[in-house]
């Protein structure tokens, strides 16, 4: 299924996207056939996960890819395969003077973007999922999201759906932004048990990569013994992920992208993270003269940028999307305020049981 969808992917951007050479040899860029050599020049470096991840790298360029083709931008993107690809990725593109802003995507590339800053003042950075609180560079712009929330959606749902009272997380590497995910997640979860009157179980294991498939569907498959739905939020580890819910008949909560595509059988719902709407956003008010350099841009529920998928009236019933909604509603408030590491989780907890 997933190298199915990747030749669809690669099928529809063909008109698009013309290939390059790069020093991860994966790079391509994106053309707006007969367009003015004068459109504002954007760049991508992807993680380790690859453009065609499925997840937040993928999610990042069909969010340029739209600018593109509306002529707003020209844009290329470069692959990382390894985290020694970041700083010649980003040379490359700091080199060229026609480009204006570069998207980093992945807070594994902060330390990368940082010191490309301070080579480079003349261009500006941006990356995803990262910022400098810190005695930021004036060229630096920190893009986060609250994805604790949609996490706290996606396990209210698993609460109010399992039958086996075990229900899973399965994280790529231990973080403070994958923290958001795991223990928005579990918060769900216990405040659907708190609403049920019950105790559930959550089962968090870490794959310690991004990137391996093969691990995501060994732990998954190990899960799925007990639980009977898993969220992954794992970047190319979460297709194993899909792959292993499929084997076992069970359901898979998909993360950043709607993945419901990738098995409409098994994928419940997902914690929807719109990255490209994210770079989007970002990358207009720049284009427009703002001057967001040395600043952090947090996205939320309110602003649209996280939220549960679409799609998920397909496999969850209807009253409780309802409920779901409900519950969005007040995190939109701020009458849930959602943990997102785990001091905040017990704090959370203790009000809860209080």
Request: charged share 25%; with cysteine; glycine share 8%.
């Amino acid at each position: 299924m997933k190298k199915f969808l990747s030749t669809v992917l690669a099928m529809s951007l063909m008109l698009s996207l013309a290939a390059c050479s790069g020093s991860s040899d994966n790079s391509s860029t994106a053309d707006n056939s007969g367009s003015s050599e004068d459109l504002y020049s954007i760049a991508m470096v992807t993680d380790v996960g690859g453009v065609n991840d499925q997840s937040f790298n993928q999610s990042a360029w069909e969010g340029i890819t739209e600018m593109v083709e509306a002529g707003k931008v020209q844009a290329q993107y470069l692959e990382s395969t390894d985290e020694s690809d970041y700083t010649p990725n980003l040379d490359r593109f700091s080199d060229d003077e026609n480009i204006k802003l570069i998207w980093g995507i992945g807070y594994m590339m902060a330390d990368a973007i940082e010191d490309a800053a301070k080579k480079n003042p003349d261009k500006i950075y941006a990356i995803v999922d990262s910022n400098y609180p810190e005695n930021p560079q004036p060229n630096t712009i920190g893009v986060l999201f609250k994805a604790q929330e949609p996490s706290f959606e996606v396990g209210y749902i698993a609460g109010l759906m399992t039958e086996t009272n075990n229900v899973g997380f399965v994280g790529g590497q231990k973080s403070p932004t994958i923290d958001q995910f795991d223990y928005g997640y579990r918060a769900g979860v216990a405040y659907a048990a708190k609403e049920l009157g019950k105790e559930i179980n959550v089962d968090v294991q870490y794959a310690n990569s991004f990137s391996d498939a093969a691990i995501g569907k060994a732990i998954a498959l190990k899960m799925y013994d007990s639980c009977d739905i898993v969220f992954h939020a794992a970047g190319n580890v979460g297709n194993g992920v899909i792959a292993a819910a499929g084997e076992k008949d069970k359901w898979v909560i998909g993360v950043d992208r709607d993945q419901y595509d990738l098995d409409p059988d098994h994928v419940l719902t997902s914690a929807v993270k719109r990255v490209g709407k994210a770079i989007q956003i970002v990358t207009e008010k720049v284009m427009n003269g703002e001057n967001l350099g040395g600043t952090t841009q947090e996205f939320t529920t309110a602003d649209g940028c996280v939220g549960i998928a679409p799609t998920s009236d397909k496999n969850v019933p209807a009253d409780i999307l309802e409920k779901t909604a409900a519950i969005e509603e007040k995190i939109i408030s701020g009458e849930i305020v959602v943990p997102y590491d785990e001091e905040t989780y017990n704090a959370f907890i203790a009000e809860l049981n209080a």
